[in-house]
């Protein structure tokens, strides 16, 4: 079975635009998560969706949002880039929110120049 | 709310010495305990859980926790550690809510 995967891998963006990453979730799965993670901060859950419903959001600004498909495919958007938003950003899909184990992508590097 | 700490960022260790990375949790319900592992660049991989039931558990590569409600704690163990045990491991609670939410990471490094 293909894992979870996500594109792109890696990401050089410019302060003020926007950016759009993908994750496909393993087959069967209906719930997907996002995370930032940081040196600093390690990681950070953003938000979590099912059935194309955000189900939890994290602690973070507007700019930040999410969608999924009803193939359980999802895409996270960043509006107005910060140089802040420099990050590894993962993507876990479990198959439904009474799932415990979830499973990562290997992430999406993002710069922010 | 539940929170998680992993008091230490990095651990140093020589090859074949054994190994504690500690975590603990807070919270009010009853939880769910994981620890992740990530290799250089790549996404996070469970390592093993606890659920219920027994409070050791262990992992296929040596790696074992034990849960301690009395002291909130799922501390990692290792008897002997190798130099394919580098890598960055994370300790993770979840309850009633279903968010798991994720310590800060203990960096590994295997000392020749």
């Known amino acids: 079975k293909a894992g979870v995967t996500q594109t792109p891998r890696y990401l050089i963006k410019t302060r003020g635009q926007q950016v759009t990453l993908s994750c496909s979730p393993i087959s069967g799965h209906r719930s997907v998560s996002w995370y930032q993670q940081t040196p600093g901060q390690g990681l950070q859950f953003l938000f979590e969706?099912?059935?194309?419903?955000?189900?939890n959001k994290g602690n973070f600004p507007g700019r930040f949002s999410g969608r999924q498909f009803s193939n359980s495919r999802s895409e996270m958007n960043v509006s107005t880039l910060e140089l802040g938003d420099s990050a590894l950003y993962l993507c876990a899909s479990r198959m439904g929110p009474s799932s415990y184990e979830q499973y990562f992508g290997p992430g999406t590097r993002l710069t922010v120049t | 709310a539940q929170s998680v700490t992993q008091l230490d960022s990095q651990v140093p260790v020589f090859e074949e010495a054994p190994v504690e990375l500690r975590c603990n949790y807070s919270s009010s319900v009853s939880v769910y305990l994981f620890w992740y592992v990530q290799y250089p660049n790549q996404g996070l991989q469970l390592l093993l859980k606890?659920?219920?039931?027994?409070?050791l558990v262990k992992s296929i590569n040596g790696f074992e926790a034990e849960f301690n409600k009395s002291q909130t704690s799922f501390h990692l163990r290792k008897p002997s550690v190798h130099i394919s045990d580098t890598a960055e491991y994370f300790c993770?609670?979840?309850?009633?809510?279903?968010?798991?939410?994720f310590g800060k990471g203990t960096r590994l490094h295997i000392l020749p």
């Open positions: 969706y099912f059935s194309e419903t955000q189900r």
């Open positions: 606890y659920l219920s039931g027994s409070t």
């Open positions: 993770a609670v979840s309850g009633r809510d279903d968010k798991i939410i």
